[in-house]
């Protein structure tokens, strides 16, 4: 039996009073809070982090990927991915690369945390950071309040509507709703960032890897990397931890002990067999970067199937053309499977194979659909969520996970929240029409 100890009873201080709370200052968290507060709702962002951004900043992850179908062709993200992306070009804080399934933009990241910043004052969010969602404050099937503790103490925060952007499904998952995780889990990485990357060549760094991994206790993973926009600097991904699930808070916190070793073996491996390697540690992540943790069981579950044949929902909020992108724990390497039906393994040293999901089509689709219903959890009264927690398949969330599709589920969580608000309805019973004509009006894609 695990030793208990029992809190004294206490009143929280209210810290705000707000129409809609958002849990979790990622992209995701961001754009679901300004989307609401610029519909006129009174809207408060906690974040336990120092800064916003989630992976893309803390976790270093600097790619976001094409807005356009797998043809290049059209359009389908715009909204405030495409709204930050332009601002963030007029810093020379993008790279953009043109018709590449791999990337659309290089981001410099640090620069991308202040934009955030500038985005939510210009909404006139409330924000808290440093602030540690500690547990909700229910009546009856509502949630009331939520604790958070920072620096001041135990706090509480009050809202009507509240969007679960946390990632691991913390708010959903503490509340009692249904949720699951799923076995096994795409492994987390410890992203880096290194200066003098012009000493040593992208093949030669992932040739010498391969062939020094097993003596530095290296396992077996996916290796890719972009330069930071501007600089002689390069982000690194190339670690792989495995068999952890990062919701539970000693597992993350050997997750992030295994991280940082992985990053050194690689930096002594490199300064060890190639002559003249000057590669320096620039940066390490303040929070490693997890792919999966918690879902949460929503009114649908997103397949493989649906996603894969480009299937149209009459409740789509968002739009992506990302390939399915499944990280192995059993075995190196990542499997990639493409709406043209064609599909390639690739293993850590650059080895792989290639062949077809499917047989061929007369007309492949482009891309495919997120539905609002896979947003709304069971059971809920005044809880969206946002983010990769949404309800999908393995072989869905293989491609909704990455950023400028989820970054569309913030969006529409935010404009859901605000209705349910303003129509005093539960989030169960939003009218999916209003929330696609309102994400329309705001600047976003909807097919």
């Given at each position: 039996?695990?030793?208990?100890?029992?809190?004294?009873?206490?009143?929280?201080?209210?810290?705000?009073?707000?129409?809609?709370?958002?849990?979790?200052g990622?992209?995701t968290g961001?754009?679901?809070?300004?989307?609401?507060a610029?519909?006129?709702?009174?809207?408060?962002?906690?974040?336990?982090?120092?800064?916003?951004g989630?992976?893309?900043t803390?976790?270093?992850v600097s790619?976001?990927?094409?807005?356009?179908?797998?043809?290049?062709?059209?359009?389908?993200i715009?909204?405030l991915?495409?709204?930050?992306?332009?601002?963030?070009?007029?810093?020379g804080?993008?790279?953009?690369?043109?018709?590449?399934?791999?990337?659309?933009?290089?981001?410099?990241?640090?620069?991308?945390?202040?934009?955030?910043?500038?985005?939510?004052?210009?909404?006139?969010?409330?924000?808290?950071?440093?602030?540690?969602?500690?547990?909700?404050?229910?009546?009856?099937?509502?949630?009331?309040a939520?604790?958070?503790?920072?620096?001041?103490?135990?706090?509480?925060?009050?809202?009507?509507q509240?969007?679960?952007?946390?990632?691991?499904?913390?708010?959903?998952?503490?509340?009692?709703?249904?949720t699951?995780?799923?076995?096994p889990?795409?492994?987390?990485?410890?992203c880096?960032?290194?200066?003098?990357?012009?000493?040593?060549?992208?093949?030669?760094?992932?040739?010498?890897?391969?062939?020094?991994?097993?003596e530095?206790?290296?396992?077996?993973?996916?290796?890719?990397g972009?330069?930071?926009?501007?600089?002689?600097?390069?982000?690194?991904?190339?670690?792989?931890?495995?068999?952890?699930?990062?919701?539970?808070?000693?597992?993350l916190?050997?997750?992030?002990?295994?991280?940082?070793?992985?990053?050194?073996?690689?930096?002594?491996?490199?300064?060890?067999?190639?002559?003249?390697?000057?590669?320096?540690?620039?940066?390490?992540?303040?929070?490693?970067?997890?792919?999966?943790?918690?879902?949460?069981?929503?009114?649908?579950?997103?397949?493989?199937?649906?996603?894969?044949?480009?299937?149209?929902?009459?409740?789509?909020?968002?739009?992506?053309?990302?390939?399915?992108?499944?990280?192995?724990?059993?075995?190196?390497?990542?499997?990639?499977?493409?709406?043209d039906?064609?599909?390639?393994?690739?293993?850590?040293?650059?080895?792989?194979?290639?062949?077809?999901w499917?047989?061929?089509?007369?007309?492949?689709?482009?891309?495919?659909?997120?539905?609002?219903?896979?947003?709304?959890?069971?059971?809920?009264?005044?809880?969206?969520?946002?983010?990769?927690?949404?309800?999908?398949?393995?072989?869905?969330?293989?491609?909704?996970?990455?950023?400028?599709?989820?970054?569309?589920?913030?969006?529409?969580?935010?404009?859901g929240?605000?209705?349910a608000?303003?129509?005093e309805?539960?989030?169960?019973?939003?009218?999916a029409?209003?929330?696609?004509?309102?994400?329309?009006?705001g600047?976003?894609?909807?097919?």
């Amino acid at each position: 039996m695990t030793d208990m100890i029992r809190e004294p009873q206490r009143s929280v201080p209210v810290a705000a009073d707000v129409d809609i709370c958002v849990l979790g200052g990622s992209c995701t968290g961001v754009f679901a809070a300004v989307r609401a507060a610029r519909l006129g709702a009174k809207v408060a962002l906690v974040e336990a982090q120092g800064r916003l951004g989630g992976v893309a900043t803390n976790g270093l992850v600097s790619i976001w990927h094409s807005l356009y179908d797998t043809v290049y062709e059209r359009r389908i993200i715009a909204g405030l991915t495409l709204e930050t992306a332009e601002r963030l070009k007029k810093r020379g804080a993008v790279d953009e690369v043109d018709r590449n399934p791999h990337a659309a933009f290089a981001l410099n990241t640090e620069e991308l945390s202040i934009e955030l910043d500038e985005l939510l004052a210009e909404a006139g969010v409330r924000v808290f950071l440093h602030a540690w969602f500690a547990a909700p404050v229910m009546e009856g099937d509502r949630v009331a309040a939520i604790c958070v503790e920072d620096k001041t103490g135990r706090r509480a925060i009050r809202a009507k509507q509240f969007i679960d952007a946390t990632g691991d499904g913390d708010l959903c998952h503490r509340m009692g709703l249904e949720t699951y995780t799923r076995e096994p889990l795409q492994p987390p990485t410890t992203c880096a960032r290194l200066g003098g990357w012009t000493t040593v060549k992208d093949r030669e760094f992932k040739r010498v890897l391969g062939e020094h991994r097993d003596e530095y206790d290296l396992p077996r993973g996916f290796i890719w990397g972009r330069d930071v926009p501007g600089s002689d600097v390069h982000m690194i991904a190339g670690t792989r931890i495995k068999h952890t699930d990062c919701s539970d808070a000693d597992a993350l916190t050997a997750a992030e002990i295994e991280g940082r070793r992985q990053v050194r073996a690689m930096m002594d491996i490199m300064h060890a067999h190639i002559p003249g390697a000057r590669l320096v540690l620039q940066a390490l992540p303040s929070w490693i970067g997890i792919r999966e943790t918690r879902h949460v069981k929503c009114l649908h579950q997103l397949t493989g199937e649906e996603l894969l044949y480009g299937e149209r929902f009459p409740d789509a909020i968002a739009n992506g053309s990302y390939r399915v992108d499944v990280h192995h724990q059993d075995r190196p390497g990542i499997t990639l499977k493409y709406l043209d039906g064609t599909m390639h393994y690739s293993g850590y040293d650059g080895d792989g194979e290639s062949g077809r999901w499917r047989p061929e089509m007369e007309d492949d689709p482009t891309f495919y659909q997120i539905p609002f219903r896979s947003l709304v959890p069971k059971g809920s009264t005044n809880v969206l969520l946002a983010g990769r927690m949404l309800d999908a398949d393995e072989e869905a969330f293989g491609a909704a996970r990455v950023m400028v599709n989820l970054n569309q589920t913030g969006e529409a969580a935010g404009v859901g929240a605000y209705l349910a608000l303003a129509r005093e309805t539960s989030v169960s019973e939003i009218d999916a029409t209003e929330v696609r004509r309102l994400l329309a009006d705001g600047g976003a894609i909807i097919v």
